[in-house]
């Protein structure tokens, strides 16, 4: 059974990095694409990125100059860093692998049980 | 960016109604739209992919159709653990898009 884990701060200072870790259980990380989500309180789901074991990563561009994403082969864990965040990076981020089918379509499965990263002085 | 539009935002439904929620693309996306149930406190989990491949495990009262723009997941009798807001996903460009979630309560 694959299972995902997020951890790292709840609170961050804006100008500051945000770090989070996702630990990844019941599946080797070099098989597969994983990405970062996350979920403003309240409101919708944003896509991050994702990252490939080889290192091969793609981010959406309305974050793409302040996101990092790693991966840790050796540890089955990949990790997010954003920086210089402002209240507005307040959200619940969740980690979650990406399936591909043969015809290129994807899918999110499964999710990791998300953690809340407040934004705050 | 392809925006996703769902229809209705919300809804009140009565245990074994037939739901239906909409889901649209700005662009056509082929098949690569999937649907996802999140509850409270909850993360989201996968229930329909490719538009409509029912996930392993999930009840088979969920069925999702459509291709193009235009996509639709049914429930064919409400049941209270369905009680959720539903999320459609496509996945035909980058970045991937949600759209805004459909809240399904139960009368």
């Known amino acids: 059974q694959v299972q995902l884990q997020e951890s790292g701060p709840g609170l961050v200072k804006p100008s500051e990095t945000l770090s989070l870790t996702c630990t990844v259980s019941g599946v080797s990380i070099s098989r597969y694409y994983w990405s970062w989500i996350r979920q403003p309180p309240g409101k919708g789901l944003e896509w991050i990125g994702y990252?490939?074991?080889?290192?091969?990563?793609n981010f959406n561009p309305s974050l793409k100059s302040r996101v990092t994403i790693s991966v840790d082969t050796s540890k089955n864990q990949f990790s997010l860093k954003l920086n210089s965040v402002t209240a507005a990076d307040t959200a619940v981020y969740y980690c979650?692998?990406?399936?591909?089918?043969?015809?290129?379509?994807?899918?999110?499965?499964?999710w990791g049980r998300g953690t809340l990263v407040t934004v705050s002085s | 960016d392809i925006q996703m539009t769902q229809s209705p935002s919300s809804l009140s439904a009565s245990v074994g109604d037939r739901v239906t929620i909409t889901c649209r693309a700005s662009?056509?996306?082929?098949?690569?739209l999937n649907w996802y149930q999140q509850k409270p406190g909850k993360a989201p989990s996968l229930l329909i992919y490719a538009a409509s491949s029912l996930q392993s495990g999930v009840p088979s009262r969920f069925s999702g159709s459509g291709s193009g723009t235009d996509f639709t997941l049914t429930i064919s009798s409400l049941q209270p653990e369905d009680s959720a807001t539903y999320y459609c996903?496509?996945?035909?460009?980058?970045?991937?898009?949600f759209g805004p979630g459909t809240k399904v309560d139960i009368k």
């Open positions: 979650a692998r990406e399936l591909h089918s043969r015809d290129d379509l994807s899918w999110f499965d499964p």
């Open positions: 996903q496509q996945s035909y460009s980058s970045p991937d898009t």
């Open positions: 990252v490939f074991y080889s290192g091969k990563s």
């Open positions: 662009q056509t996306i082929s098949s690569h």
